[in-house]
């Protein structure tokens, strides 16, 4: 039980593609690999999981304790952890949360995937400012990626101060295709495998496997920390539209008893009998209209617990918005109009309190969309800070046994 983390100077430097990669290439030489996420992240862990054949947990330097962070990288093989941003790039105002954070908890050492396209010798000081920049983060490797021509890698690696892994040459057909909240779902891609195959094939010809495994260190030998379920039954909405349920949630729900029943709203599925109806974050707006025609999931909401998260929320309101200015009928559950026709970014980390309900107490969770709310009437469901501890308007809706919010929670804080 092993680990090491993937991480780069700034973001766009391809450690997504990298680390798939990676995973494949090391499973097809049968390999026992796992990847794992740093930081918020719903889509990059499913692509990991079709590349490894592995669950692949999120480690959230912010929203976690260390126990649960341990207990989440704790498993068999070898764990190759991919990290979200700059290695010291976190949450505001000193950067709490990096994956710097995740490398000091877990003890692990860090592969520097840079991005060469743009530089030939300007790589030393770069990987040498990052190697120096914090003696308790070990920078062990690079991997030079979008690397241009041999005679272009053979200047990067002579100015390199530190073991060169790999030089991955540039490749069109690496290339990822991305919407506004990230990459397009892996559930989406017809063409998964294909992609996969190519990049294992193409990262495994071009990277020192065998050097790379033996960077890894021991991981914590530690347990799942148990998590108090929000219900006995819950029926989770799962689909291409309601994708983003955190697996440590629910697993963690599972392991204490909880059953969870999934079920599809876009198949105009019905809610199964629950204590609890929980519609995860996802894509809703793309679906909007199939979703308002779906009848029987809609009815199936009607007097009985239901919470929302992000796009859960918004289907629960009266009415969404879409990117096009049609207005489509939701739920009607809560006094909620949401819109895509003027988009606006809001992000960041959340510390969230919650007053009563199934969520009742203290969370640490995230935001992370561009909807506007074009109305919203009722009782708050949260108070909530951002990252730096300033006060936020009150967040999300409450009525009855219906609540939700535009915050995705991560862990108990």
Not at 111 to 136: K, W, Y
Not at 266 to 271: C, F, I, M, S, V
Not at 341 to 351: F, P
Request: aromatic fraction near 6%; charge should be negative.
């Amino acid at each position: 039980m092993t680990g090491l983390i993937l991480a780069a100077p700034w973001s766009g430097s391809g450690k997504t593609t990298v680390t798939l990669g990676l995973l494949r290439a090391s499973r097809d030489r049968g390999v026992a690999v796992r990847g794992a996420k740093s930081g918020p992240d719903y889509i990059d862990p499913r692509f990991h999981e079709a590349a490894s054949g592995a669950p692949c947990p999120n480690l959230d330097a912010w929203a976690m304790s260390p126990a649960m962070i341990a207990g989440l990288a704790a498993g068999p093989g070898l764990l190759l952890v991919e990290g979200a941003m700059g290695l010291f790039d976190g949450a505001p105002p000193d950067g709490r949360g990096s994956v710097a954070d995740l490398a000091r908890q877990l003890r692990l050492p860090v592969v520097l995937v840079v991005d060469a396209a743009r530089m030939a010798q300007s790589v030393g000081p770069i990987v040498a400012g990052f190697a120096a920049h914090d003696p308790e983060v070990q920078v062990a490797g690079v991997i030079l990626n979008r690397v241009g021509s041999p005679r272009h890698e053979t200047m990067l690696r002579r100015a390199c101060p530190l073991p060169v892994l790999g030089a991955i040459a540039r490749d069109a057909a690496l290339a990822l295709p991305s919407r506004h909240l990230g990459l397009v779902q892996a559930v989406e891609r017809p063409d998964l495998e294909g992609f996969l195959a190519h990049a294992g094939a193409s990262v495994g010809r071009q990277v020192d496997l065998d050097a790379l495994a033996a960077l890894a260190t021991p991981l914590p030998d530690a347990r799942p920390v148990p998590l108090r379920p929000p219900a006995q039954r819950i029926a989770v909405a799962r689909d291409a539209a309601f994708a983003f349920a955190y697996p440590h949630l629910l697993d963690g729900w599972h392991a204490a008893g909880a059953e969870n029943l999934p079920f599809s709203p876009l198949a105009d599925e019905a809610a199964p009998p629950a204590d609890l109806v929980y519609l995860p974050g996802g894509y809703p707006e793309l679906h909007a209209g199939r979703l308002a025609g779906n009848l029987r999931f809609m009815a199936s909401l009607r007097d009985r617990p239901v919470f929302g998260e992000c796009g859960g929320y918004m289907a629960m309101g009266d009415a969404l918005t879409d990117a096009e200015g049609r207005v489509h009928p939701m739920a009607g559950l809560l006094r909620l109009e949401t819109s895509f026709a003027e988009r606006r970014l809001h992000l960041g980390y959340r510390d969230l309190t919650c007053h009563s309900g199934p969520f009742a107490g203290g969370w640490a969770g995230h935001e992370f969309h561009y909807a506007t709310t074009l109305r919203a009437e009722g009782r708050p469901l949260f108070s909530a800070t951002d990252a730096e501890g300033t006060p936020l308007p009150p967040m999300g809706l409450t009525d009855g046994m219906a609540g939700g919010s535009f915050a995705h929670l991560i862990g108990p804080s």
